[in-house]
């Protein structure tokens, strides 16, 4: 079983900039795809971004130039730097690979 620990999260203005960390309890160099994920307060939980092992990356529409998904296998570490921050971008933030899940980390930006 794999632990992810998600931090980095926090209150900032709009147009500001967080970047958040997810720390794997175990290698991350076989799970092909992480991710973040978020979920706003009364809305479904939805993908923000995906990278493969090999570096390949998705985002989703709204974040597209704003947020950048990076990891580091050795570290076993997944990132997410968002920038250009917006009130809409507030929600938790989860970290996903393979089967698991982290326990999210809150993102509030405000107007």
């Known amino acids: 079983q794999v632990q992810l620990v998600e931090s980095g999260g926090g209150l900032v203005q709009a147009g500001g900039s967080l970047r958040l960390s997810c720390v794997a309890s175990k290698s991350i160099a076989n799970i092909n795809t992480m991710g973040w994920y978020r979920q706003a307060p009364g809305k479904l939980r939805e993908l923000v971004a995906t990278i493969t092992s090999g570096g390949s990356t998705n985002y989703a529409n709204s974040v597209k130039g704003r947020f950048t998904i990076s990891r580091d296998n050795a570290k076993n570490t997944v990132n997410l730097q968002m920038n250009s921050l917006k009130p809409e971008d507030t929600a938790v933030y989860y970290c996903?690979?393979?089967?698991?899940w982290g326990q999210g980390t809150q993102v509030t930006v405000s107007s």
């Open positions: 996903w690979g393979l089967f698991y």
